[in-house]
Protein backbone atom coordinates (compact mmCIF):
# COMPACT_ATOMS: atom_id res chain seq x y z
CA UNK A 1 0.00 0.00 0.00
CA UNK A 2 1.39 3.14 -0.88
CA UNK A 3 2.28 5.98 1.11
CA UNK A 4 -0.23 8.01 -0.90
CA UNK A 5 -3.10 6.04 -0.68
CA UNK A 6 -2.26 5.44 3.42
CA UNK A 7 -2.77 9.55 3.73
CA UNK A 8 -5.95 9.59 1.92
CA UNK A 9 -7.28 6.47 4.25
CA UNK A 10 -6.36 8.78 7.53
CA UNK A 11 -8.01 12.15 5.82
CA UNK A 12 -11.16 10.29 4.95
CA UNK A 13 -11.28 8.49 8.71
CA UNK A 14 -10.22 11.94 9.98
CA UNK A 15 -12.81 14.04 8.47
CA UNK A 16 -15.35 11.36 9.01
CA UNK A 17 -15.04 11.29 12.85
CA UNK A 18 -14.98 14.76 13.12
CA UNK A 19 -18.32 14.95 11.11
CA UNK A 20 -19.22 12.49 14.04
CA UNK A 21 -17.77 15.03 16.77
CA UNK A 22 -19.55 17.57 14.88
CA UNK A 23 -23.03 15.49 15.45
CA UNK A 24 -22.44 14.57 19.26
CA UNK A 25 -21.51 18.44 19.93
CA UNK A 26 -24.56 19.72 18.39
CA UNK A 27 -26.89 17.32 20.16
CA UNK A 28 -25.14 17.65 23.30
CA UNK A 29 -25.81 21.33 23.25
CA UNK A 30 -29.38 20.24 24.09
CA UNK A 31 -29.08 17.90 27.10
CA UNK A 32 -26.55 20.91 28.54
CA UNK A 33 -29.23 23.28 28.01
CA UNK A 34 -31.88 20.51 29.86
CA UNK A 35 -29.22 19.69 32.89
CA UNK A 36 -28.05 23.29 33.41
CA UNK A 37 -31.80 24.35 33.83
CA UNK A 38 -32.90 20.96 35.24
CA UNK A 39 -29.61 21.97 37.99
CA UNK A 40 -30.49 25.36 38.33
CA UNK A 41 -34.12 25.69 37.94
CA UNK A 42 -35.34 22.24 39.94
CA UNK A 43 -33.69 23.57 43.25
CA UNK A 44 -35.40 26.61 43.16
CA UNK A 45 -38.82 25.53 42.10
CA UNK A 46 -41.34 25.30 44.79
CA UNK A 47 -44.76 25.29 45.54
CA UNK A 48 -45.18 29.18 45.75
CA UNK A 49 -43.85 29.25 42.51
CA UNK A 50 -47.41 28.40 41.02
CA UNK A 51 -49.47 29.54 43.64
CA UNK A 52 -48.25 33.22 44.65
CA UNK A 53 -48.25 36.80 43.31
CA UNK A 54 -44.99 38.26 42.79
CA UNK A 55 -43.27 39.90 45.87
CA UNK A 56 -42.91 43.36 45.68
CA UNK A 57 -39.34 44.42 44.88
CA UNK A 58 -36.91 43.92 47.46
CA UNK A 59 -39.22 41.25 48.86
CA UNK A 60 -37.96 37.53 48.75
CA UNK A 61 -40.55 34.39 48.15
CA UNK A 62 -43.74 35.12 46.09
CA UNK A 63 -44.03 33.00 42.79
CA UNK A 64 -45.60 33.28 39.27
CA UNK A 65 -48.79 31.73 39.22
CA UNK A 66 -50.47 34.83 37.40
CA UNK A 67 -47.76 34.56 34.86
CA UNK A 68 -49.11 30.84 34.51
CA UNK A 69 -52.75 31.44 34.09
CA UNK A 70 -51.92 34.70 31.99
CA UNK A 71 -49.62 32.41 29.50
CA UNK A 72 -52.79 29.83 29.73
CA UNK A 73 -55.03 32.74 28.74
CA UNK A 74 -53.15 34.39 25.78
CA UNK A 75 -52.33 30.89 24.33
CA UNK A 76 -55.98 29.71 24.40
CA UNK A 77 -57.09 32.95 22.67
CA UNK A 78 -53.92 32.68 20.11
CA UNK A 79 -55.45 29.35 19.15
CA UNK A 80 -58.65 30.73 18.80
CA UNK A 81 -57.82 32.93 16.54
CA UNK A 82 -55.00 31.42 14.34
CA UNK A 83 -56.10 27.39 14.26
CA UNK A 84 -59.53 28.79 12.39
CA UNK A 85 -58.10 30.97 9.86
CA UNK A 86 -55.21 28.65 9.44
CA UNK A 87 -57.36 25.25 9.26
CA UNK A 88 -59.72 26.67 7.26
CA UNK A 89 -57.53 28.64 4.87
CA UNK A 90 -55.69 25.52 4.30
CA UNK A 91 -58.64 23.76 3.46
CA UNK A 92 -59.12 26.03 1.04
CA UNK A 93 -56.19 25.69 -0.36
CA UNK A 94 -55.67 22.05 -0.83
CA UNK A 95 -59.92 21.38 -1.93
CA UNK A 96 -61.16 24.62 -3.84
CA UNK A 97 -58.11 26.93 -5.02
CA UNK A 98 -57.76 27.83 -8.88
CA UNK A 99 -54.14 28.64 -9.08
CA UNK A 100 -54.00 32.45 -8.95
CA UNK A 101 -55.58 32.85 -6.03
CA UNK A 102 -53.74 29.59 -3.84
CA UNK A 103 -50.00 31.02 -4.95
CA UNK A 104 -51.04 34.83 -3.43
CA UNK A 105 -51.90 32.49 -0.27
CA UNK A 106 -49.46 30.17 -0.22
CA UNK A 107 -46.72 33.42 -0.89
CA UNK A 108 -48.27 35.27 1.97
CA UNK A 109 -48.10 32.83 4.50
CA UNK A 110 -44.33 31.99 4.08
CA UNK A 111 -43.74 35.34 4.15
CA UNK A 112 -45.60 35.39 7.22
CA UNK A 113 -43.72 32.85 8.95
CA UNK A 114 -40.22 34.26 7.72
CA UNK A 115 -41.33 37.77 9.39
CA UNK A 116 -39.22 38.33 12.90
CA UNK A 117 -41.07 37.73 15.99
CA UNK A 118 -40.18 41.00 16.86
CA UNK A 119 -41.39 42.69 14.11
CA UNK A 120 -44.67 40.79 14.55
CA UNK A 121 -45.20 42.81 17.89
CA UNK A 122 -44.81 46.20 16.22
CA UNK A 123 -47.33 45.23 13.96
CA UNK A 124 -50.40 44.17 17.29
CA UNK A 125 -48.49 47.30 18.70
CA UNK A 126 -50.05 49.45 16.53
CA UNK A 127 -53.15 47.61 15.08
CA UNK A 128 -54.21 46.50 18.85
CA UNK A 129 -52.58 48.24 21.27
CA UNK A 130 -52.55 52.21 19.97
CA UNK A 131 -56.62 51.91 19.16
CA UNK A 132 -57.34 50.72 22.55
CA UNK A 133 -54.71 52.42 23.73
CA UNK A 134 -53.57 50.40 26.76
CA UNK A 135 -51.67 47.03 26.58
CA UNK A 136 -53.79 43.81 26.61
CA UNK A 137 -53.81 40.02 26.82
CA UNK A 138 -55.83 40.79 23.25
CA UNK A 139 -53.19 42.14 21.86
CA UNK A 140 -50.58 39.61 23.02
CA UNK A 141 -52.92 36.60 21.89
CA UNK A 142 -53.09 38.54 18.41
CA UNK A 143 -49.01 38.95 17.80
CA UNK A 144 -49.02 34.91 18.74
CA UNK A 145 -52.09 33.78 16.74
CA UNK A 146 -50.60 35.40 13.27
CA UNK A 147 -47.58 33.50 14.42
CA UNK A 148 -49.50 30.38 13.90
CA UNK A 149 -51.54 30.83 10.83
CA UNK A 150 -48.39 30.33 8.45
CA UNK A 151 -47.70 26.67 10.07
CA UNK A 152 -51.28 25.78 10.26
CA UNK A 153 -52.31 26.89 7.08
CA UNK A 154 -49.43 24.77 5.08
CA UNK A 155 -49.34 22.03 7.08
CA UNK A 156 -53.12 21.60 6.98
CA UNK A 157 -52.77 21.65 2.89
CA UNK A 158 -50.26 19.44 2.88
CA UNK A 159 -52.12 17.04 5.05
CA UNK A 160 -54.98 16.98 3.36
CA UNK A 161 -53.31 16.63 -0.79
CA UNK A 162 -51.75 13.36 1.47
CA UNK A 163 -55.17 11.92 1.61
CA UNK A 164 -55.24 8.60 -0.95
CA UNK A 165 -57.37 9.70 -4.05
CA UNK A 166 -59.46 6.68 -3.71
CA UNK A 167 -60.89 8.10 -0.36
CA UNK A 168 -61.84 10.85 -2.21
CA UNK A 169 -63.21 8.78 -5.43
CA UNK A 170 -65.38 6.81 -3.14
CA UNK A 171 -67.02 8.99 -0.21
CA UNK A 172 -67.53 11.12 -4.69
CA UNK A 173 -68.81 7.60 -5.82
CA UNK A 174 -71.45 7.32 -3.25
CA UNK A 175 -72.94 10.19 -3.91
CA UNK A 176 -71.80 13.04 -1.32
CA UNK A 177 -70.74 16.25 -2.00
CA UNK A 178 -67.74 17.85 -1.90
CA UNK A 179 -68.07 19.26 1.18
CA UNK A 180 -69.46 16.45 2.97
CA UNK A 181 -66.46 14.82 1.31
CA UNK A 182 -64.12 16.72 2.64
CA UNK A 183 -65.75 17.33 6.47
CA UNK A 184 -66.59 13.64 7.21
CA UNK A 185 -63.90 11.59 4.86
CA UNK A 186 -60.72 13.93 4.23
CA UNK A 187 -60.37 15.55 6.97
CA UNK A 188 -60.55 12.86 9.63
CA UNK A 189 -58.30 10.98 7.15
CA UNK A 190 -55.83 13.52 8.16
CA UNK A 191 -56.60 15.00 11.24
CA UNK A 192 -53.56 13.29 13.32
CA UNK A 193 -50.88 15.45 10.91
CA UNK A 194 -52.98 18.52 11.41
CA UNK A 195 -53.51 18.08 14.91
CA UNK A 196 -49.68 17.60 15.60
CA UNK A 197 -48.68 20.43 13.40
CA UNK A 198 -50.95 22.90 15.49
CA UNK A 199 -49.68 21.38 19.09
CA UNK A 200 -45.78 22.21 17.15
CA UNK A 201 -46.88 25.79 16.21
CA UNK A 202 -48.36 26.20 19.94
CA UNK A 203 -45.17 25.37 21.74
CA UNK A 204 -43.53 27.38 19.34
CA UNK A 205 -45.84 30.38 20.22
CA UNK A 206 -45.99 29.70 23.75
CA UNK A 207 -41.91 30.46 24.32
CA UNK A 208 -41.94 33.88 22.12
CA UNK A 209 -40.77 36.34 24.46
CA UNK A 210 -41.14 39.31 21.90
CA UNK A 211 -43.82 40.25 20.49
CA UNK A 212 -45.44 39.98 24.18
CA UNK A 213 -43.05 42.84 25.05
CA UNK A 214 -45.41 45.52 24.06
CA UNK A 215 -48.16 44.10 23.31
CA UNK A 216 -49.26 41.92 26.88
CA UNK A 217 -46.39 44.24 28.22
CA UNK A 218 -46.91 42.52 32.23
CA UNK A 219 -48.31 42.69 35.34
CA UNK A 220 -47.47 42.23 38.73
CA UNK A 221 -50.81 41.33 39.59
CA UNK A 222 -53.77 39.07 38.49
CA UNK A 223 -55.11 40.40 35.33
CA UNK A 224 -58.65 40.29 34.91
CA UNK A 225 -60.52 39.38 31.66
CA UNK A 226 -58.62 40.08 28.53
CA UNK A 227 -58.40 43.97 27.82
CA UNK A 228 -55.99 43.99 31.13
CA UNK A 229 -51.73 44.53 30.27
CA UNK A 230 -50.95 40.53 31.26
CA UNK A 231 -47.90 38.59 32.45
CA UNK A 232 -46.37 35.75 30.57
CA UNK A 233 -43.98 32.95 31.47
CA UNK A 234 -41.61 34.08 28.80
CA UNK A 235 -41.32 37.38 29.52
CA UNK A 236 -41.57 37.33 33.17
CA UNK A 237 -38.11 35.07 32.53
CA UNK A 238 -36.73 38.20 30.85
CA UNK A 239 -37.45 40.58 33.27
CA UNK A 240 -36.30 38.38 36.12
CA UNK A 241 -33.43 37.43 34.32
CA UNK A 242 -31.88 40.62 33.37
CA UNK A 243 -33.07 42.26 36.80
CA UNK A 244 -29.87 42.63 39.81
CA UNK A 245 -31.70 40.57 42.27
CA UNK A 246 -30.67 37.86 43.55
CA UNK A 247 -33.70 36.12 44.37
CA UNK A 248 -35.29 36.92 41.24
CA UNK A 249 -32.76 35.42 39.33
CA UNK A 250 -33.73 32.00 41.27
CA UNK A 251 -37.29 32.38 40.07
CA UNK A 252 -36.18 32.90 36.61
CA UNK A 253 -34.83 29.45 36.90
CA UNK A 254 -38.04 28.21 38.02
CA UNK A 255 -39.81 29.82 35.13
CA UNK A 256 -37.14 28.80 32.43
CA UNK A 257 -37.54 24.97 33.53
CA UNK A 258 -41.19 25.20 33.75
CA UNK A 259 -41.13 26.80 29.92
CA UNK A 260 -38.56 24.30 28.64
CA UNK A 261 -40.31 21.40 30.27
CA UNK A 262 -43.71 22.74 29.43
CA UNK A 263 -42.58 23.33 25.20
CA UNK A 264 -40.47 19.79 25.08
CA UNK A 265 -42.98 17.84 26.46
CA UNK A 266 -45.54 19.20 24.01
CA UNK A 267 -43.07 18.38 21.17
CA UNK A 268 -42.30 15.24 22.34
CA UNK A 269 -45.87 14.14 22.58
CA UNK A 270 -46.91 15.39 19.20
CA UNK A 271 -43.81 13.83 17.69
CA UNK A 272 -44.13 10.57 19.38
CA UNK A 273 -47.41 9.63 19.97
CA UNK A 274 -49.48 11.71 18.02
CA UNK A 275 -47.49 11.50 14.58
CA UNK A 276 -47.08 7.72 14.80
CA UNK A 277 -46.17 7.04 10.96
CA UNK A 278 -46.52 10.45 9.88
CA UNK A 279 -43.69 12.80 8.59
CA UNK A 280 -44.25 15.79 11.07
CA UNK A 281 -43.36 18.68 8.60
CA UNK A 282 -40.48 21.36 9.83
CA UNK A 283 -41.60 24.61 10.63
CA UNK B 1 -81.06 13.98 -11.45
CA UNK B 2 -78.79 14.41 -14.01
CA UNK B 3 -77.42 10.92 -15.40
CA UNK B 4 -75.39 11.80 -17.95
CA UNK B 5 -72.64 14.24 -18.53
CA UNK B 6 -69.42 15.41 -16.17
CA UNK B 7 -70.46 15.49 -12.51
CA UNK B 8 -68.99 19.28 -11.55
CA UNK B 9 -69.24 22.23 -13.90
CA UNK B 10 -72.77 21.26 -15.47
CA UNK B 11 -74.28 21.88 -12.36
CA UNK B 12 -75.74 25.21 -11.84
CA UNK B 13 -74.19 27.93 -8.58
CA UNK B 14 -77.75 27.54 -7.17
CA UNK B 15 -77.48 23.71 -7.38
CA UNK B 16 -74.16 24.05 -5.61
CA UNK B 17 -75.12 26.71 -3.44
CA UNK B 18 -78.05 24.26 -1.90
CA UNK B 19 -75.28 21.20 -1.67
CA UNK B 20 -72.98 23.16 0.58
CA UNK B 21 -70.22 23.40 -1.96
CA UNK B 22 -70.14 26.80 -3.08
CA UNK B 23 -70.91 28.25 0.86
CA UNK B 24 -67.90 25.32 1.75
CA UNK B 25 -66.02 27.54 -0.95
CA UNK B 26 -67.07 30.80 0.01
CA UNK B 27 -65.68 30.49 3.66
CA UNK B 28 -62.59 28.83 2.99
CA UNK B 29 -61.85 31.27 1.16
CA UNK B 30 -62.59 34.08 3.34
CA UNK B 31 -60.48 32.17 5.74
CA UNK B 32 -57.47 32.01 3.06
CA UNK B 33 -57.91 35.84 2.32
CA UNK B 34 -57.47 36.89 5.84
CA UNK B 35 -53.88 35.24 5.44
CA UNK B 36 -53.31 37.59 2.59
CA UNK B 37 -54.89 40.85 4.35
CA UNK B 38 -53.16 39.97 7.49
CA UNK B 39 -50.05 40.10 5.38
CA UNK B 40 -50.68 43.28 3.53
CA UNK B 41 -51.52 45.27 6.56
CA UNK B 42 -48.49 44.14 8.36
CA UNK B 43 -46.66 45.72 5.27
CA UNK B 44 -48.68 48.30 5.14
CA UNK B 45 -48.33 49.27 8.94
CA UNK B 46 -44.89 49.24 8.74
CA UNK B 47 -44.16 51.37 5.40
CA UNK B 48 -47.21 54.08 6.90
CA UNK B 49 -45.84 54.03 10.60
CA UNK B 50 -42.17 54.82 9.50
CA UNK B 51 -43.00 57.87 7.26
CA UNK B 52 -41.25 60.26 9.67
CA UNK B 53 -38.00 59.53 9.62
CA UNK B 54 -37.83 58.62 5.69
CA UNK B 55 -38.88 61.89 5.17
CA UNK B 56 -36.59 63.91 7.89
CA UNK B 57 -33.07 61.46 7.09
CA UNK B 58 -33.89 59.67 4.06
CA UNK B 59 -31.56 57.39 3.37
CA UNK B 60 -28.97 58.80 6.01
CA UNK B 61 -31.02 56.91 8.54
CA UNK B 62 -28.79 54.11 7.35
CA UNK B 63 -25.47 55.62 7.48
CA UNK B 64 -25.01 58.01 10.18
CA UNK B 65 -23.99 56.51 13.78
CA UNK B 66 -25.68 59.09 16.52
CA UNK B 67 -28.93 57.55 18.25
CA UNK B 68 -29.72 60.63 20.72
CA UNK B 69 -33.25 60.53 21.55
CA UNK B 70 -32.77 63.22 23.11
CA UNK B 71 -31.84 65.75 20.25
CA UNK B 72 -33.85 63.44 18.24
CA UNK B 73 -31.10 62.53 15.62
CA UNK B 74 -31.37 58.67 14.70
CA UNK B 75 -28.76 57.40 13.07
CA UNK B 76 -29.08 53.12 12.50
CA UNK B 77 -25.73 52.21 11.76
CA UNK B 78 -24.60 51.11 15.01
CA UNK B 79 -27.76 48.77 15.19
CA UNK B 80 -27.31 47.47 11.59
CA UNK B 81 -23.52 46.88 12.76
CA UNK B 82 -24.63 44.99 15.61
CA UNK B 83 -26.78 42.78 13.48
CA UNK B 84 -24.62 41.83 10.70
CA UNK B 85 -21.17 41.35 13.00
CA UNK B 86 -23.37 39.02 15.33
CA UNK B 87 -24.84 36.83 12.55
CA UNK B 88 -21.59 36.62 10.81
CA UNK B 89 -20.10 35.18 14.22
CA UNK B 90 -22.89 33.24 14.55
CA UNK B 91 -22.39 32.07 11.35
CA UNK B 92 -18.50 30.80 11.74
CA UNK B 93 -19.39 28.95 13.97
CA UNK B 94 -22.61 27.45 13.00
CA UNK B 95 -21.91 26.47 9.24
CA UNK B 96 -19.06 24.08 9.87
CA UNK B 97 -20.46 22.02 12.93
CA UNK B 98 -23.83 22.10 11.06
CA UNK B 99 -22.61 20.84 7.86
CA UNK B 100 -20.05 18.57 9.71
CA UNK B 101 -23.24 17.27 11.94
CA UNK B 102 -25.55 16.99 8.54
CA UNK B 103 -22.98 15.17 6.40
CA UNK B 104 -22.60 12.31 9.66
CA UNK B 105 -26.12 12.42 9.34
CA UNK B 106 -27.18 12.12 6.17
CA UNK B 107 -24.03 9.71 5.07
CA UNK B 108 -22.43 7.84 8.14
CA UNK B 109 -24.99 7.90 10.68
CA UNK B 110 -27.72 4.11 10.22
CA UNK B 111 -31.25 5.44 9.74
CA UNK B 112 -31.96 4.42 13.20
CA UNK B 113 -28.82 6.36 14.95
CA UNK B 114 -29.49 9.45 12.17
CA UNK B 115 -33.64 9.82 13.02
CA UNK B 116 -32.84 9.36 16.61
CA UNK B 117 -30.19 12.58 16.33
CA UNK B 118 -32.59 14.39 14.33
CA UNK B 119 -35.37 14.27 16.98
CA UNK B 120 -32.55 15.97 18.86
CA UNK B 121 -31.78 18.20 16.65
CA UNK B 122 -35.60 19.09 16.40
CA UNK B 123 -36.02 19.40 19.98
CA UNK B 124 -33.23 21.86 19.96
CA UNK B 125 -34.74 23.88 17.47
CA UNK B 126 -37.95 24.10 19.58
CA UNK B 127 -36.17 25.67 22.64
CA UNK B 128 -37.48 29.05 23.39
CA UNK B 129 -35.13 32.00 22.60
CA UNK B 130 -35.16 33.19 25.97
CA UNK B 131 -34.30 30.45 27.52
CA UNK B 132 -31.14 30.77 25.48
CA UNK B 133 -31.01 34.39 26.89
CA UNK B 134 -31.48 33.11 30.12
CA UNK B 135 -28.09 30.80 29.97
CA UNK B 136 -26.55 33.42 28.26
CA UNK B 137 -26.46 35.57 30.75
CA UNK B 138 -25.66 33.08 33.86
CA UNK B 139 -23.44 31.02 31.63
CA UNK B 140 -21.85 32.06 28.79
CA UNK B 141 -21.16 35.89 29.78
CA UNK B 142 -18.99 34.78 32.73
CA UNK B 143 -17.21 32.13 30.86
CA UNK B 144 -16.66 34.56 28.29
CA UNK B 145 -14.91 36.72 30.85
CA UNK B 146 -13.05 34.17 32.75
CA UNK B 147 -12.11 31.78 30.25
CA UNK B 148 -12.64 33.12 26.58
CA UNK B 149 -11.17 36.56 26.89
CA UNK B 150 -8.37 35.48 28.75
CA UNK B 151 -7.44 32.81 26.08
CA UNK B 152 -7.87 34.68 22.96
CA UNK B 153 -7.21 38.30 24.05
CA UNK B 154 -3.80 36.93 25.73
CA UNK B 155 -1.91 35.23 22.25
CA UNK B 156 -4.17 37.30 19.49
CA UNK B 157 -4.40 40.87 21.32
CA UNK B 158 -2.68 42.67 19.08
CA UNK B 159 -5.79 41.86 16.66
CA UNK B 160 -8.20 44.72 16.36
CA UNK B 161 -10.97 42.40 16.82
CA UNK B 162 -9.25 40.71 20.23
CA UNK B 163 -8.35 43.81 21.49
CA UNK B 164 -9.90 46.03 24.40
CA UNK B 165 -11.57 45.09 27.59
CA UNK B 166 -14.46 42.19 28.09
CA UNK B 167 -17.11 42.74 30.38
CA UNK B 168 -18.31 39.56 29.26
CA UNK B 169 -21.63 40.75 27.37
CA UNK B 170 -20.81 42.02 23.49
CA UNK B 171 -20.60 41.01 19.75
CA UNK B 172 -18.39 38.10 20.26
CA UNK B 173 -20.81 36.46 23.40
CA UNK B 174 -23.94 37.21 21.31
CA UNK B 175 -22.38 35.42 18.75
CA UNK B 176 -21.79 32.30 20.55
CA UNK B 177 -25.45 31.99 21.54
CA UNK B 178 -27.12 32.70 17.99
CA UNK B 179 -24.65 30.65 16.84
CA UNK B 180 -26.31 27.62 18.86
CA UNK B 181 -29.83 28.64 18.26
CA UNK B 182 -29.00 28.50 14.43
CA UNK B 183 -27.53 25.09 14.50
CA UNK B 184 -30.41 22.88 13.99
CA UNK B 185 -31.89 24.87 11.11
CA UNK B 186 -28.52 24.26 9.33
CA UNK B 187 -28.30 20.38 10.31
CA UNK B 188 -31.81 19.77 9.77
CA UNK B 189 -32.02 21.16 5.96
CA UNK B 190 -28.45 20.10 4.99
CA UNK B 191 -29.28 16.44 5.87
CA UNK B 192 -32.57 16.36 3.84
CA UNK B 193 -31.14 18.00 0.72
CA UNK B 194 -28.06 15.62 1.05
CA UNK B 195 -30.31 12.87 1.80
CA UNK B 196 -32.23 13.83 -1.51
CA UNK B 197 -28.22 13.56 -3.83
CA UNK B 198 -28.96 10.66 -5.91
CA UNK B 199 -26.94 7.67 -5.05
CA UNK B 200 -25.43 6.74 -8.07
CA UNK B 201 -23.16 9.98 -7.22
CA UNK B 202 -22.26 8.46 -4.43
CA UNK B 203 -21.54 5.19 -6.09
CA UNK B 204 -19.44 6.63 -8.91
CA UNK B 205 -17.45 8.00 -6.98
CA UNK B 206 -16.32 4.80 -5.03
CA UNK B 207 -16.22 2.92 -8.15
CA UNK B 208 -13.25 5.05 -9.57
CA UNK B 209 -11.57 4.46 -6.44
CA UNK B 210 -12.27 7.38 -4.19
CA UNK B 211 -12.36 7.07 -0.38
CA UNK B 212 -15.92 7.23 1.27
CA UNK B 213 -14.72 10.74 2.23
CA UNK B 214 -13.75 12.00 -0.84
CA UNK B 215 -17.08 10.60 -2.77
CA UNK B 216 -18.50 12.94 0.54
CA UNK B 217 -16.75 15.68 0.05
CA UNK B 218 -15.70 15.91 -3.49
CA UNK B 219 -19.36 14.79 -5.25
CA UNK B 220 -22.58 14.31 -2.63
CA UNK B 221 -21.51 17.72 -1.34
CA UNK B 222 -20.78 19.38 -4.37
CA UNK B 223 -24.09 18.13 -5.74
CA UNK B 224 -26.36 19.58 -2.55
CA UNK B 225 -24.12 23.05 -2.65
CA UNK B 226 -27.11 25.00 -3.41
CA UNK B 227 -29.18 23.64 -0.68
CA UNK B 228 -27.06 23.71 1.43
CA UNK B 229 -26.41 27.48 0.29
CA UNK B 230 -30.38 27.93 1.31
CA UNK B 231 -30.11 26.80 4.90
CA UNK B 232 -27.35 28.86 5.53
CA UNK B 233 -29.40 31.74 4.08
CA UNK B 234 -32.32 30.44 6.34
CA UNK B 235 -29.92 30.18 9.21
CA UNK B 236 -28.77 33.89 8.53
CA UNK B 237 -32.55 35.12 8.29
CA UNK B 238 -33.14 33.42 11.91
CA UNK B 239 -29.80 34.70 13.24
CA UNK B 240 -31.00 38.76 12.07
CA UNK B 241 -34.02 38.30 13.67
CA UNK B 242 -33.45 36.89 16.63
CA UNK B 243 -34.43 39.55 19.57
CA UNK B 244 -34.59 37.75 22.84
CA UNK B 245 -31.35 36.29 23.27
CA UNK B 246 -29.16 38.93 21.49
CA UNK B 247 -30.94 41.46 23.65
CA UNK B 248 -29.86 39.87 26.94
CA UNK B 249 -26.15 39.15 26.14
CA UNK B 250 -25.36 41.74 23.37
CA UNK B 251 -24.56 44.81 26.46
CA UNK B 252 -26.64 47.01 24.76
CA UNK B 253 -24.55 49.82 23.60
CA UNK B 254 -25.14 51.75 20.65
CA UNK B 255 -21.65 51.79 19.28
CA UNK B 256 -19.36 50.50 17.07
CA UNK B 257 -16.43 48.84 17.81
CA UNK B 258 -13.68 47.07 16.09
CA UNK B 259 -13.48 44.37 18.81
CA UNK B 260 -16.12 41.43 19.12
CA UNK B 261 -15.36 41.75 22.95
CA UNK B 262 -17.03 45.37 23.30
CA UNK B 263 -20.69 45.53 23.95
CA UNK B 264 -22.88 46.80 21.22
CA UNK B 265 -26.78 46.59 20.10
CA UNK B 266 -28.46 44.92 17.71
CA UNK B 267 -31.76 46.00 15.36
CA UNK B 268 -33.89 43.47 17.41
CA UNK B 269 -32.49 44.12 20.32
CA UNK B 270 -33.38 48.00 20.27
CA UNK B 271 -36.63 47.79 18.86
CA UNK B 272 -36.89 45.35 22.43
CA UNK B 273 -36.09 47.58 25.35
CA UNK B 274 -36.99 51.38 23.66
CA UNK B 275 -39.83 50.63 21.82
CA UNK B 276 -42.23 51.14 25.25
CA UNK B 277 -40.87 54.02 26.61
CA UNK B 278 -40.26 55.64 22.92
CA UNK B 279 -41.55 59.78 23.70
CA UNK B 280 -42.36 61.17 20.65
CA UNK B 281 -43.10 60.12 17.19
CA UNK B 282 -39.68 60.54 15.77
CA UNK B 283 -38.46 58.36 18.08
CA UNK B 284 -40.85 55.64 17.83
CA UNK B 285 -40.99 55.70 14.16
CA UNK B 286 -37.49 55.57 14.12
CA UNK B 287 -37.69 52.44 15.80
CA UNK B 288 -40.21 51.18 13.41
CA UNK B 289 -38.17 51.94 10.31
CA UNK B 290 -35.98 49.87 11.80
CA UNK B 291 -38.42 46.60 11.84
CA UNK B 292 -39.26 47.46 8.35
CA UNK B 293 -35.51 47.29 7.58
CA UNK B 294 -35.53 43.92 9.24
CA UNK B 295 -38.13 42.97 7.83
CA UNK B 296 -37.07 43.32 4.22
CA UNK B 297 -33.57 42.42 4.75
CA UNK B 298 -34.89 38.33 6.74
CA UNK B 299 -37.64 38.43 3.44
CA UNK B 300 -35.03 38.61 0.97
CA UNK B 301 -32.86 35.80 2.43
CA UNK B 302 -36.06 34.02 3.17
CA UNK B 303 -36.86 33.95 -0.55
CA UNK B 304 -33.39 33.02 -1.94
CA UNK B 305 -32.90 30.70 1.08
CA UNK B 306 -36.28 28.78 -0.51
CA UNK B 307 -35.53 29.05 -3.74
CA UNK B 308 -32.12 27.46 -3.31
CA UNK B 309 -33.17 24.70 -1.59
CA UNK B 310 -36.00 23.84 -4.33
CA UNK B 311 -33.83 23.76 -6.98
CA UNK B 312 -31.56 21.06 -4.88
CA UNK B 313 -33.90 18.80 -3.82
CA UNK B 314 -35.92 18.72 -7.40
CA UNK B 315 -32.20 18.15 -9.01
CA UNK B 316 -31.81 15.24 -6.74
CA UNK B 317 -35.32 13.59 -7.41
CA UNK B 318 -35.13 14.23 -11.16
CA UNK B 319 -32.99 12.35 -13.95
CA UNK B 320 -29.74 13.55 -13.47
CA UNK B 321 -27.97 14.90 -16.25
Not at chain 1, 231 to 240: D, G, H, Q
Not at chain 1, 262 to 279: E, F, K
Amino acid sequence: MGARLRWRRFVSNFMLTMTGVCAVVSVMALFLILGYLLFNGGTSINWDFFTKLPKPVGETGGGMANAIVGSGKILLLASLFGVPIGFLGGIYLAEFSGRGMASVVRYAADLLNGVPSIVIGIFAYSIVVLPFKHFSAFAGAFALGMMMIPITLRSTEEFLKSVPRMLREGAMALGASKWKTIATVIVPAAYRGILTAILLALARVAGETAPLLFTAFGNRYESHGFSQPTATLPVMIYTYAVSPYEDWHRQAWAAGLVLLGLVLMINILARTILSRGIAVPRS
Amino acid sequence: MPSAGPVTGSRSFFSKLRDGDEIARLVTLLFAATVVLITAALVWELWVNSALPRQKFGLHFFMTQTWDPIMDDFGALPFIYGTLVTSVVALLISVPLGIGAAIFLAELAPPRISDTLQFFIDLLAAVPSVIYGLLGVFTVVPLMRTVIYPALNKPFGFLPIFKGPSYGVGFFTAGIVLAIMVIPYIISVSREVLLSVPRDQREAALALGSTRWESTWKVVVPFARTGIMGSIFLALARALGETMAVTMVIGNTPKIAASLFAPGYSIAAVIANEFTEATGDLYLQSLIALGLALFLLTFILNGLARILIVVTTQKGSGVTA
